[in-house]
């Protein structure tokens, strides 16, 4: 065996190989979290959009009362679902790239390990930071999207308080008509 098969064998069986692959690992790992987490999300905006249809249908069919009332809310709803959806996209995107970044560095580490200098060890470290600023991009579009779901509870607690108001005014008319 020569000198270079040697310094080959040494360099893939070192435990430096591993250490250096495990940062990305545990990025990869969060990616995987917050993939999961966020196909959740994606999950409930297409059940509420799927409840709003079904009140849009009682609304046409005339079973509901206060059409007008609830036909507004429930554009106003269905815009805020569909920019909630939107940016749960993006942010999907994202974080497959991100994923995808990750592991092409810890792939890039293994292969600069084993077979690079310290004249390429920037690429593992560059592929890493770009996966980085993808999993940030992800962050910032879940923490935008969060307000929109705010926005969401929010004015659907504003319409059950307007239709509370409306059922104590009926039964105030009924008690009066008595």
Known sequence: MNIHDKELLDALSSSRILTSMITPAVLISACGTLIFSTSARLGRIFDRVNVMKGEVEDIVEG???Y???RLLHLRDQI???R???TLIQKAMMSLYTSTALFIASSLAIAVNVAYGSADSAWIPTLI???GGLFLFAASALLLYESRFNLRF?????DFIEFLEKKAEEREKEKT???
């Open 128 to 130: 890493a930071l770009t």
């Open 83 to 85: 920019r909630r959806a």
């Open 63 to 65: 079973k509901i009362s």
């Open 79 to 81: 815009q805020l679902q």
């Open 67 to 69: 059409p007008e009332e």
């Open 176 to 178: 009066v008509e008595r």
């Open 153 to 157: 509870v929010s004015r659907s607690i």
